[in-house]
């Protein structure tokens, strides 16, 4: 049974700090890409950020580029988004996901606003 368990979002001030986490499970982890979506109030899921499966390779929303790092840890079945300078914008609900795959976290809530 394949699961992702997003965690680490929460309140932070404009210009602060997160570091979100996504646990994946039911399969083999270091096999696929992963990926960062996020969903704002009202707006359709975006893109925020791609890591290759070895962790060699990596993609950004423009929106995020320069703020946000993605990275993985393989021998933990963890990826990360560190989110740095974060700005109003950025509140949403941060999701991951494997690459090609219908699968999809619960999601963790990041909410930027002083």
């Known amino acids: 049974q394949v699961q992702l368990v997003e965690s680490g979002g929460g309140l932070v001030q404009p210009g602060g700090s997160l570091r979100l986490s996504c646990v994946a499970s039911?399969?083999?982890?270091?096999?696929?890409?992963m990926r960062w979506y996020r969903q704002a109030p009202g707006k359709e899921r975006e893109f925020a950020a791609y890591?290759?499966?070895?962790?060699?390779?990596?993609i950004y929303a423009d929106s995020v580029k320069g703020r946000f790092s993605i990275s993985r840890d393989n021998t933990k079945n963890t990826v990360y988004l560190q989110m740095n300078t974060l700005k109003p914008e950025d509140t949403a609900v941060y999701y991951c996901?494997?690459?090609?795959?219908?699968?999809w976290g619960q999601g963790t809530q990041v909410t930027v606003s002083s």
């Open positions: 996901n494997a690459n090609g795959t219908p699968y």
């Open positions: 039911g399969f083999t982890f270091d096999n696929y890409g």
């Open positions: 890591i290759s499966g070895t962790g060699a390779n990596t």
